[in-house]
């Protein structure tokens, strides 16, 4: 009477072992660090808004010496790059600095936010000197051949910009540095041009790890 016992014992074990090796897969396999699997880095953090667009564009754009206009005129029409950082951290450039958003005549986007579809306002709504979209990219459009300079884009922003400021961000407290197309450069950042293609980069107090060189405007 022992031996069916036995056997039933025997039987029990065989399964119990065909069970746990069943359970063995791929989440039994060791980790891997993305670093040691070639694993792209984290993508880097959103951009930061520091400085909104004013709620007074038509009046920033006389202030910066340009006039408003109805529509867009593309007889000079060209495009830079802006982008800031603040102790690294990116800051966003705002979507319709220049752009007088509540005018019936201006559409509004969304996902990515974005101002523009201009036809014809009533009355001014856009400055020859503008951004649509937070992508960093300035838009002249304008009947003017002279090209508008980065001072004046400040100016339409309302935020202060010197050789040793940016806002309330001055030297020798806060070290400011300028870029263009990857390159340092000094004298008066004011005075940059934003001739097509030119990439400018604004930087307050540390550096981000690496400075843009290049822009994306495809979409421009």
Known sequence: MRKPLILFGVLVAVVAVVVALSNVGPSAAPSVSPSSAGVADSPAPAPTMLWAAPSDPMARTVAAGLEPEVKEFLINHVHAHLDVFVDGQRIVVPAGIGIDIENPGVRTFQDPIG?????????????????????????????????????????????????????????????????????????????????DRKVIVVVSGTPPAQIPSTADFSGA
């Open 115 to 195: 101002y523009g579809g201009i036809e014809g306002c009533a009355a001014p709504c856009i400055s020859p000197l503008h951004t649509h979209g937070e992508d960093g990219i300035l838009h002249t459009e304008s009947e003017d051949p002279e090209p508008h300079t980065l001072g004046q884009f400040f100016d339409e922003w309302g935020v202060e910009l010197s050789e040793t400021c940016v806002a309330d961000r001055c030297a020798p407290e806060t070290p400011l540095a300028i870029y263009v197309d990857g390159q340092p450069v000094s004298g008066d950042p004011r005075a940059i041009e934003l001739t």
